[in-house]
């Protein structure tokens, strides 16, 4: 447990769980493109996201938003592939006056222009916005069609930054081929401590072809959890103020210089705490990363 927090009472009259007092902001990165920063740490939003309207089911969701926005997190990912995730995040944030604060990203995933055109100006006003922060080709879905799009649209105001998205190794050689031809600001991909496909020459291609990274399954899914249940950290994490297996897979992700934010999902308030933790304090250095590595394979 980080020492020194203290209670709050967030928006609406939440309880949140306490506020850590960090000495220091959550680590940011620069978007190549604009070189506006963002935090490393954002939220996906696949199933948590997909809920009813019964405060039941929602208020948890917005001590999630709460407990983001007071610990500097900005990033939210959607897409109309995630139920009704899209609507939830807009409706909720601003419910809570925090829809502007955050970075909101979503998806196209369809065939067709106009189609294309239809779901995105729905992601739209489902998100509650006027022009949307990303808007990337889900899972590269009839992707030069959208792309033609959004580079109108980004033209236009309506997006401020446009990419694609795939979540298995077999598309990152196509997303390379993106990523070189130098046509869109963000690539969001799958990349874990056990699933470093992308380590062979994605993460490389977009660093030096500045393109920003947006990494998705840090936890597999689960499994890594899995794999480590019952299992202490290292005594060395502590090095990096690693408090618990998911600073440790998401440590890390972000440890690499070319990884812009990492998204890991979750509808909990103690695990987005947990998570945003994870963007804060020392990284480990190439040495650092090695023994992660290294620890993980003798498990």
Request: charged letters at 20%.
């Given at each position: ?7 709050i ?13 960090f000495n ?5 990165r ?7 920063k963002?935090?490393?740490i954002?939220l996906g939003s696949w199933?948590?996201?997909?809920v009813?309207?019964?405060n039941?089911e929602?208020n948890p969701?917005k001590e ?5 926005n007071e610990m500097g997190g900005k ?11 899209e609507?939830?995040?807009g409706?909720l ?5 925090l ?6 990203a ?8 106009q189609?294309?055109?239809e779901?995105m100006?729905a992601?739209?006003?489902k998100m ?10 889900h ?7 959208h792309?033609k799009?959004l ?9 401020r930054y ?8 077999s ?7 993106i990523?070189?031809?130098?046509v869109?600001?963000?690539v969001q991909f799958?990349?874990?401590?056990r699933?470093r ?5 994605l993460l490389k291609a977009?660093r ?19 794999f480590?249940k019952?299992?202490?950290l290292?005594a060395w994490s502590e090095?990096?103020?690693?408090k ?5 897979f998401l440590?890390y992700?972000?440890s ?14 103690k695990h987005i705490?947990?998570?945003l933790?994870?963007?804060f304090?020392?990284l480990?250095?190439?040495q650092?990363r090695?023994k992660m590595?290294e620890w993980i394979t003798t498990?």
């Open positions: 447990m980080i020492k020194g927090s203290c209670a009472i967030g928006a609406a009259g939440f309880n949140t769980l306490p506020l850590f007092a220091n902001t959550m680590i940011n620069a978007i190549p493109s604009s070189k506006e963002i935090p490393v954002g199933q948590q996201f997909d009813g309207e019964a039941a929602r969701l999630v938003l709460l407990k983001m990033m939210i990912d959607a897409s109309p592939m995630y139920g009704r995730a609507q939830v995040i409706d944030s601003t419910e809570l006056a829809n502007n604060k955050f970075f909101l979503t998806k196209v995933w369809t065939t067709g222009k189609e294309g055109i779901q100006t992601s739209l006003q509650k916005r006027t022009s949307l922060d990303l808007m990337q080709v899972n590269l879905q009839n992707w030069q069609t792309l799009t580079q109108g649209w980004k033209e236009s105001g309506k997006v446009i990419g694609v998205t795939h979540y298995t190794d598309a990152h050689d196509r997303l390379e081929s990523v070189k031809s130098k869109v600001d963000f799958n990349y874990s401590i699933s496909n992308a380590e062979k020459s977009a030096d072809n500045g393109v920003a990274v947006i990494i998705n399954e840090p936890f597999e899914q689960g499994e890594l959890f899995r480590v019952g299992k202490s290292p090095d990096y103020g690693i618990s297996w998911a600073q440790f440590k992700i972000i690499d210089p070319g990884v812009t934010c990492v998204i890991p999902g979750t509808s909990d308030v705490t947990d998570n933790g994870a963007g304090g020392q480990p250095d190439v650092g090695k590595l498990i």
